[in-house]
């Protein structure tokens, strides 16, 4: 809506504040970034314009690669997510020096060296180039879509006869609205806006707004308006003009919000105002480009504000601060129709849920640790620091506080809550957990699972490596015993049985002593093959049960190996399944064999109890015990997983006596 020219100061801000709390609510952002000035010649000439100079009066043209990636890493490194390209506008038509410079790096244009270095900008640092080129074509303006996420360039005035733009070709108003219509159709999220006080009237200004709606009415690209106000700058051909008049640009903000759609951010500079709270009250939502690193090129002689008083002048008001993007969220939550394929990753690399700058470099999942959003008072406490009132933040929070419940739409804004918000929202829920609980606050001590896991995969990656030396050492033993004894004894046999056959029937009594020994190897190699099938596996189990098998296999180990073993049974024999008995029998073997390689001791006790609930086997020694490893080696883990296979557990624990005891147990209700 177009406001009358005599409209009252105080009726435009009730009203602009009015559209810009119900277009944005009470989230004000800015945009951290660095500042690029690319090249400082221009072939323009505006009567207010400080950043433009002579090539005399600099050391090169352009910045070169080298300094260009200098200062955007230094942005990168101060947590800037946007790469502002400031320059003049097309200084090759005008300085031959700058036109050879361009031709010897290889470019044909400003514009084109500018395509290069915001990609290089975008691909060294990830920073999200903004180009600001000025009066572009629309071929110029697509090749620069492929390597920025937004693109801008001032309107200013729509006025041709203005002074200060004598000698401007590029601020020709119809070539400004060409190039502002160009971006729409190319679907360029774009940044425009007046300057106020430049010799201008209420009229054009309001002019200019109304073109600038017509064209977002038509393409639906014009993200931000800038309303900036003129100061006279020394050196240049304003330096005597009046400053804009501080009533006069408030009013014109507060009419461009009421003349612009809602759904347009209004930004004001914050350091082009000596109070410049005020222009939140004038409907403003957006501070703009807030540089840690670089100063403002274009009014160098007025330094940013700190961050942290943007942030308390904000609040103070009632809104709260936000980072955004150089694009804003709504066309970032839209990245195939806004955004050229080549920069989306680089968008939604550094985009929150909402559209917003990512605020810190946490993420789930990762290493970083979230940011500390609070801060607590000496006692622990969280101050309460209410938002405006007006805030649906706050609006919730005092729901909450008279005992009303609140649903999904609700809670999707408290997520949303930032700054103060955050703080009362954990002021309240502070306030409830004492009214509830009280002060005491409990907790669980949870076992560290990730170290668990990783204990684990570590222990079974043991396992397998031993199983398969396992395996191979079987092989070897089996292949060793067929060459060694078997294949020996065969050809012992076979030798008596030739010299048989040689002998004459005088001979007849040699034959039959042959015949003895012959009977005798036949034998013990009957014995060889037996122990060797009842290691491979113990076939006495499915013949005799567990208990004969043990009758069977104590005596043979006590022969084999020369210790002594003590056996007794308890409880009521009952049969094993064939599962369960397999296993016990492994286990018993296995800890044998640990006595015979471990312990030392020259003696040991196998022990087998059945009770109603469990069947237990133990085997104890008297040799030198666990060690360090705890029962950790790899014979008891193998044991250990035997005894999980049927539901059961063994333990490893020092004998009364000194030695070892290794106890396996099994449910009833697996035997
Ligand atoms: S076009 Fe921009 S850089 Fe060039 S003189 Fe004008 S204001 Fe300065």
């Not at 290691?535 to 005596?555: K, Q, R, T, W």
Request: hydrophobic residues 40%; aromatic residues 6%; glycine residues 8%.
């Amino acid at each position: 809506m177009r406001p009358p020219v005599t409209t009252p100061l105080p009726d435009l801000l009730a009203g602009a504040g009015e559209v810009r709390d119900g277009a944005h609510g009470h989230r004000v952002t800015f945009s951290p970034k660095v500042f690029i000035p690319l090249t400082r010649l221009c072939r323009d000439r505006c009567g207010y314009c400080t950043f433009a100079t002579a090539p005399a009066r600099i050391a090169e043209p352009f910045l070169d690669r080298e300094a260009v990636l200098a200062i955007a890493r230094a942005g990168a490194a101060a947590g800037c997510h946007e790469a502002l390209f400031t320059l003049g506008e097309r200084p090759e038509l005008r300085y031959p020096v700058a036109a050879s410079w361009l031709a010897e790096q290889g470019y044909g244009s400003t514009v084109e060296y500018l395509v290069a270095m915001c990609a290089l900008v975008r691909d060294e640092t990830g920073l999200l180039p903004h180009a600001n080129a000025g009066a572009l074509s629309a071929d110029e303006l697509g090749a620069l879509r492929a390597v920025s996420a937004s693109q801008g360039m001032m309107l200013e005035s729509l006025r041709a006869d203005l002074d200060c733009h004598r000698g401007s070709p590029d601020k020709a108003p119809e070539r400004r609205l060409a190039t502002l219509e160009a971006a729409g159709t190319l679907g360029i999220p774009f940044t425009t806006g007046i300057l106020v006080g430049i010799g201008d009237s209420r009229d054009d200004r309001l002019d200019a707004l109304e073109a600038i709606a017509a064209a977002h009415a038509a393409h639906g690209h014009v993200q931000e308006v800038i309303v900036q106000n003129f100061l006279p700058k020394p050196d240049t051909a304003m330096h005597a003009a009046p400053p804009c008049p501080a009533e006069e640009y408030l009013w014109t903000v507060a009419a461009a919000r009421l003349v612009l759609p809602g759904d347009i951010h209004l930004q004001a500079p914050p350091n082009l105002s000596d109070d410049f709270g005020v222009l939140l009250d004038a409907g403003i939502d957006d501070w703009g480009g807030v540089s840690p690193v670089t100063i403002d090129h274009v009014n160098p002689e007025r330094p940013w504000p700190a961050l942290e008083r943007l942030n308390e002048v904000t609040e103070q008001r009632g809104y709260t601060l936000a980072p955004r993007l150089t694009i804003y969220p709504s066309y970032t939550l839209a990245p195939e129709r806004w955004l050229d394929p080549a920069m989306r990753f680089f968008v939604l690399d550094l985009s929150d849920a909402e559209g917003l700058a990512r605020d810190a470099s946490w993420c789930s999942g990762g290493e970083i640790a979230p940011p500390e959003l609070l801060e607590t008072s000496p006692v622990g406490r969280v101050p309460m620091a209410m938002p405006s009132s007006e805030s649906p933040v706050a609006e919730i929070l005092a729901g909450v506080l008279l005992g009303q419940e609140v649903g999904e739409r609700e809670i999707v804004t408290l997520f949303g809550a930032r700054g103060s918000e955050v703080r009362a929202i954990a002021a309240v829920a502070d306030q409830l957990r004492t009214e509830i609980v009280g002060d005491d606050v409990t907790f669980v001590y949870n076992r560290n699972m990730f170290d668990h896991v990783e204990e684990l995969s570590n222990l079974r990656s043991e396992l397998a490596q031993q199983l398969i030396t396992t395996q191979e050492n079987t092989f070897r033993s089996l292949s060793r015993e067929l060459h060694d004894d078997f294949g020996q004894i065969l050809t012992a046999i076979g030798a008596m049985l030739a010299r048989a056959q040689r002998r004459t029937p005088a001979e007849a009594g040699a034959d039959k002593q042959d015949l003895r020994e012959i009977q005798e190897v036949t034998q013990s190699t009957l014995e060889k093959v037996r122990s060797l099938s009842q290691s491979l596996h113990p076939v006495i189990l499915e013949d005799a049960g567990f208990e004969g098998a043990i009758d069977v296999y104590l005596p043979t180990f006590e022969k084999q190996t020369g210790i002594s073993v003590h056996y007794e049974k308890s409880g009521t024999s009952r049969e094993l399944d064939r599962a369960v008995a397999t296993h016990l029998y492994r286990v018993l073997q296995e800890a044998l064999n640990n006595v015979v390689r471990h312990s030392k001791s020259p003696s040991a006790q196998v022990r087998l109890n059945y009770t109603p609930d469990e069947v237990v086997l133990e085997v104890e020694d008297r040799g030198v015990g666990l060690g360090k490893g705890g029962g950790r080696g790899m014979g008891l883990v193998s044991m250990r997983e035997r005894a999980e296979l049927v539901n059961g557990r063994v333990e490893f624990l020092p004998a009364e006596g000194g030695g070892t005891l290794i106890r396996m147990t099994v449910p009833a209700g697996v035997v």
